[in-house]
């Protein structure tokens, strides 16, 4: 099969080789961290030891978003004293390290061995691990963790956002997904609000992708016709006869109009800090100018401490006026909270609005 790619990971003797697809790592060798042990301990030479690495940087290669890869960096206490590593921090989750203690002596040597986990990541990934000593001379060191990755299956767009379709039309966008395997397929795909989408899968067979020959399926997303005016979000659960990704999901966004339109389209909070008060104000119209009852207007977080209030803004209640008023009362640095809108309007009695900012603790 096409493009598949091994990754090895032999330790041995003192020796460390990586190899993905052909690419070879730097190797590690102990020579390169002399000086020996001393033969006798020198008096006051307490911080006086020194981490040395053979290599601060790792490169995996090519490698697969389902494989972790294991690396080790060889490491010499080549200080007078004794060395204890204190702490060892990571730049993300994906790349975990270990060692098998914490104290060295002078001429000692050891490994930090590495873990890194590619799923969720694409393309050139570089992370870094500190290592901090009790060591005057190097108190901390840092170290560098390279690969490329390529999913095992890749689905381009994740999410599809629609231009705005009026009522009673209809509009169709696409996700690809692409394989590795010689008879990848998309199997199934299904969507979260059948109501209001419609869904197809087509096999397209093998096609060229970035420079690589893979097998793409599409997944077409309808609005349907009759899709009532609202903003709506759903989610795609796609189904693969790839078992290494065998389910993964798509979002797809649409936004539906009919008669009643908010001015604007949404609710921005922007920057603000715990004990800001604001107030907001939009309107909910009808645009062929029929006049309308506005029920309810209602919303839930516990970032906000608020009070919501509406009243027609014209006599012919063709124009609502709706106002929040409130203070902060918790952090939300990703505060997105949806406005739900109730009306006598028929097949627009339930509308939602969005309404999001960055709420910090100070």
Same mark, same amino acid.
């Given at each position: 099969?096409?493009?598949?790619?091994?990754?090895?990971?032999?330790?041995?003797?003192?020796?460390?080789?990586?190899?993905?697809?052909?690419?070879?790592?730097?190797?590690?060798?102990?020579?390169?961290?002399?000086?020996?042990?001393?033969?006798?301990?020198?008096?006051?030479?307490?911080?006086?030891?020194?981490?040395?690495?053979?290599?601060?940087?790792?490169?995996?290669?090519?490698?697969?978003?389902?494989?972790?890869?294991?690396?080790?960096?060889?490491?010499?206490?080549?200080?007078?004293?004794?060395?204890?590593?204190?702490?060892?921090?990571?730049?993300?989750?994906?790349?975990?390290?270990?060692?098998?203690?914490?104290?060295?002596?002078?001429?000692?040597?050891?490994?930090?061995?590495?873990?890194?986990?590619?799923?969720?990541?694409?393309?050139?990934?570089?992370?870094?691990?500190?290592?901090?000593?009790?060591?005057?001379?190097?108190?901390?060191?840092?170290?560098?963790?390279?690969?490329?990755?390529?999913?095992?299956?890749?689905?381009?767009?994740?999410?599809?956002?629609?231009?705005?379709?009026?009522?009673? %039309?209809?509009? &169709?966008? *696409?996700?690809?997904?692409?394989?590795? /395997? !010689?008879?990848?397929?998309?199997?199934?795909? =299904? @969507?979260?609000?059948?109501?209001?989408?419609?869904?197809?899968?087509?096999?397209?067979?093998?096609?060229?992708?970035?420079?690589?020959?893979?097998?793409?399926?599409?997944?077409?997303?309808?609005?349907?016709?009759?899709?009532?005016?609202?903003?709506?979000?759903?989610?795609?659960?796609?189904?693969?006869?790839?078992?290494?990704?065998?389910?993964?999901?798509?979002?797809?966004?649409?936004?539906?109009?009919?008669?009643?339109?908010?001015?604007?389209?949404?609710?921005?909070?922007?920057?603000?800090?715990?004990?800001?008060?604001?107030?907001?104000?939009?309107?909910?119209?009808?645009?062929?100018?029929?006049?309308?009852?506005?029920?309810?207007?209602?919303?839930?977080?516990?970032?906000?401490? %608020?009070?919501? &209030?509406? *009243?027609?803004?014209?006599?012919?209640? /063709? !124009?609502?006026?709706?106002?929040?008023?409130? =203070? @902060?009362?918790?952090?939300?640095?990703?505060?997105?909270?949806?406005?739900?809108?109730?009306?006598?309007?028929?097949?627009?009695?339930?509308?939602?609005?969005?309404?999001?900012?960055?709420?910090?603790?100070?």
């Amino acid at each position: 099969m096409r493009n598949k790619m091994k990754s090895v990971l032999t330790l041995s003797a003192g020796l460390l080789a990586i190899s993905t697809s052909g690419v070879m790592a730097q190797a590690l060798d102990r020579k390169d961290l002399s000086p020996e042990t001393p033969a006798v301990m020198q008096p006051g030479v307490e911080n006086k030891g020194a981490l040395v690495f053979s290599s601060k940087t790792q490169d995996a290669g090519e490698i697969f978003d389902q494989e972790d890869v294991k690396l080790s960096y060889l490491f010499r206490n080549t200080g007078s004293g004794p060395l204890t590593i204190t702490q060892v921090k990571t730049s993300c989750g994906c790349t975990v390290p270990e060692l098998s203690k914490k104290t060295y002596m002078p001429g000692e040597s050891g490994t930090l061995d590495v873990t890194f986990d590619p799923k969720g990541k694409h393309g050139m990934i570089a992370r870094n691990i500190t290592v901090f000593t009790d060591s005057e001379s190097t108190p901390s060191e840092t170290l560098i963790v390279r690969a490329f990755v390529k999913p095992i299956v890749v689905l381009d767009p994740k999410i599809i956002p629609f231009e705005a379709v009026q009522k009673g %039309s209809s509009a &169709t966008k *696409e996700f690809k997904v692409y394989g590795r /395997t !010689d008879d990848f397929k998309v199997t199934r795909a =299904t @969507v979260a609000k059948p109501n209001i989408f419609d869904i197809e899968v087509e096999d397209k067979g093998e096609v060229e992708y970035k420079g690589e020959t893979l097998r793409m399926s599409v997944i077409r997303v309808t609005v349907k016709e009759g899709a009532s005016p609202d903003n709506h979000r759903a989610d795609v659960t796609i189904r693969t006869n790839d078992e290494r990704r065998s389910i993964m999901s798509g979002t797809v966004i649409a936004r539906v109009l009919g008669d009643l339109a908010m001015d604007p389209v949404r609710v921005t909070m922007g920057r603000m800090v715990v004990g800001d008060t604001f107030e907001k104000v939009f309107h909910v119209k009808s645009k062929s100018g029929t006049a309308f009852n506005l029920e309810s207007v209602a919303f839930n977080t516990i970032a906000l401490e %608020s009070e919501t &209030t509406f *009243e027609p803004a014209n006599e012919e209640k /063709t !124009d609502w006026i709706v106002k929040i008023t409130g =203070t @902060v009362v918790a952090p939300a640095p990703r505060f997105n909270t949806p406005i739900r809108i109730t009306t006598d309007v028929a097949d627009e009695k339930e509308l939602t609005m969005q309404m999001y900012g960055q709420l910090r603790a100070q």
